[in-house]
């Protein structure tokens, strides 16, 4: 009999060890970050690669012929290499690197959408990020597409039903959907929702920015067509992200910028444009970032997805235990398959009061609508207070949540 080996825990103190910033107090007390969702805190090894290609081998890249512009012209390539191998793409040519997950969408919204025609559809979720939902919003007003909007359920988990309804007529041309929501932890049934769409002849494309943090992906296996994610979230800098394409689409697909680097030929008469991935990478690259994203791979793979699933379980059912056991807190969405993310109300308190309440305890959470507005909606609330985990979260940071947020409720009650 095979048994299936279990994975090692994770040595939290080790890892946190790894991140400067976390050795800090605020306040006059230990820093306890819950904030991951929105931005990642960056290891040392990334830090240290952006700055020692900055003191050391700092250029622009591609067409540089000197030994400094090759040297970080291969650094930034790597990133894409990179990319390609943690994402398991066919082709390196596969992924385009832009600034961030909201370039990304906007990219296939202006790309990818000027191939469909008035009368087609692109469906997305009631649980969508507002970049997931304003470039679509955008192609609806100015090319006739028309967006519809597939309901969750109670429990915060995508209707399967009405999703196999919305695609019945055959108009829908792409379904633009989160992998994980940024709100209620959800993770969406990705291989479902892309043999159910393909049935039906739409194409599909990932809002990943959370999922990629807390799972591997790979999108030969999951057979989306597009998958869009970014550095910051993935222990990585701001200013650099991805997009995933199968490279027949990315083919098909006209720019996204004009400019330098995008270009096979240009003359005052016509321009013709290079080949995939570069077509969609006008103007100088975000260098520095790229090598930095680089590294954040490389660290978050010697790592090691498993453990990071393993260790981030044990945070989740932690943080629900806890915090449900507080009265008057109400977590929002009960789905069966979520990662680090825990959105709560608490009774008689706005969201900011209690996010600035638990930041004078020295614990940062982020409070708002999350850029999710219908969402909120859907749940009747204008805001939630929310706590998201990172590989550095430990038990004992739950602990100081629960606890500062009992005082929170003492203080309100």
């Not at 479902?192 to 739409?202: D, F, K, M, P, T």
């Not at 999108?219 to 998958?227: E, G, K, P, R, T």
């Not at 690259?285 to 393993?310: H, M, N, S, T």
């Not at 807190?329 to 990662?339: E, F, K, N, S």
Request: proline share 4%; with cysteine.
């Amino acid at each position: 009999m095979n048994v299936i080996a279990k994975p090692a825990a994770l040595d939290v103190a080790a890892i946190r060890a790894q991140f400067p910033i976390l050795s800090q107090t605020v306040r006059g007390k230990p820093l306890v970050f819950l904030d991951s969702a929105a931005s990642a805190q960056k290891p040392r090894a990334v830090i240290d690669a952006m700055r020692i290609a900055m003191e050391t081998q700092y250029a622009n890249v591609h067409r540089g012929l000197h030994w400094m512009s090759e040297r970080t012209t291969e650094a930034y390539e790597a990133a894409r290499d990179a990319v390609a191998a943690l994402m398991n793409a066919g082709d390196r040519s596969e992924i385009v690197l832009t600034r961030n997950v909201t370039e990304s969408l906007n990219l296939m919204a202006h790309s990818y959408g000027s191939l469909l025609k008035p009368g087609q559809a692109v469906l997305i979720s009631g649980m969508e990020h507002h970049s997931n939902i304003v470039p679509w919003q955008m192609l609806r007003d100015r090319a006739g597409i028309e967006l519809r909007v597939c309901p969750i359920t109670d429990a915060g988990e995508l209707d399967m039903d009405a999703f196999e309804t919305l695609l019945a007529d055959g108009k829908v041309g792409l379904v633009s959907i989160t992998h994980m929501s940024n709100v209620l932890g959800t993770v969406t049934p990705a291989e479902r929702i892309v043999q159910v769409a393909h049935a039906h002849g739409a194409k599909v494309l990932f809002d990943g920015a959370q999922a990629v943090v807390h799972r591997a992906i790979d999108v030969q296996a999951l057979d989306c067509d597009f998958y869009a994610w970014t550095g910051h979230k993935l222990y990585g800098p701001t200013g650099i992200g991805v997009l995933y394409g199968k490279r027949d689409l990315l083919e098909r697909m006209p720019p996204f910028l004009g400019g330098g680097d995008m270009i096979s030929s240009v003359s005052y008469e016509r321009s013709t444009w290079a080949a995939v991935p570069h077509k969609f990478e006008a103007g100088t690259p975000p260098i520095l970032e790229g090598i930095g994203l680089k590294a954040a791979i490389d660290w978050v793979q010697a790592i090691g997805y498993d453990a990071i699933a393993a260790h981030e379980r044990s945070l989740v059912d932690h943080a629900l235990a806890r915090l449900s056991a507080i009265e008057g807190v109400h977590i929002v969405g009960r789905a069966q398959d979520r990662g680090g993310v825990v959105s709560f109300s608490l009774d008689r308190a706005h969201a900011h009061d209690v996010a600035t309440l638990l930041d004078r305890q020295g614990i940062a959470v982020r409070a708002g609508h999350h850029c999710a507005e219908p969402l909120m909606g859907r749940f009747n609330l204008d805001s939630t207070a929310r706590a998201s985990f990172g590989v550095y979260t430990t038990l004992g940071e739950i602990d100081a949540l629960a606890d500062g947020l009992d005082r929170v409720r003492t203080f309100f009650k």
